[in-house]
């Protein structure tokens, strides 16, 4: 009777390290699995994000000299503000004085 319980036990203690077994490799399986996976991906970010920093230069750029036209056209506007007013104290100045 001893060696049919202990037969039994080996029997189980084999089953229970087989299935942990198993269970442990599937485990390892889909880790690799979801790393190589991650690791795509990564490379597709990577290849994204260098497609949307050209982009954006290239649109940095156009703002840039569309900045630059702006500022030389209000620096202009600016100038004849300036001589405008200059004139009409000009005048006001010479009314006053008549």
């Known amino acids: ?8 036990a ?6 229970v390290s087989y299935a942990q077994d198993t269970a442990q490799t599937k485990t390892e399986k889909v880790v690799e699995a979801t790393k190589a ?3 795509k991906v990564g490379k597709g970010i990577k290849k994204g994000a260098g497609v949307v920093g050209k ?5 940095a750029i156009i703002v840039g000299e569309g900045t630059e036209k702006v500022a030389k056209k209000v620096g202009e506007g600016t100038v004849k503000a300036y001589d405008a007013t200059k ?7 010479k009314k006053k004085d008549k």
Do not use: Q
């Not at 080996?10 to 089953?15: D, K, L, P, S, V």
């Open 87 to 93: 004139e009409k104290v000009k005048e006001v100045t």
């Open 1 to 8: 009777m001893k060696k049919i319980l202990v037969i039994a």
């Open 37 to 39: 996976t991650a690791k």
């Open 55 to 59: 982009e954006v230069k290239k649109d």
């Open 10 to 15: 080996f029997i189980a203690f084999g089953t």
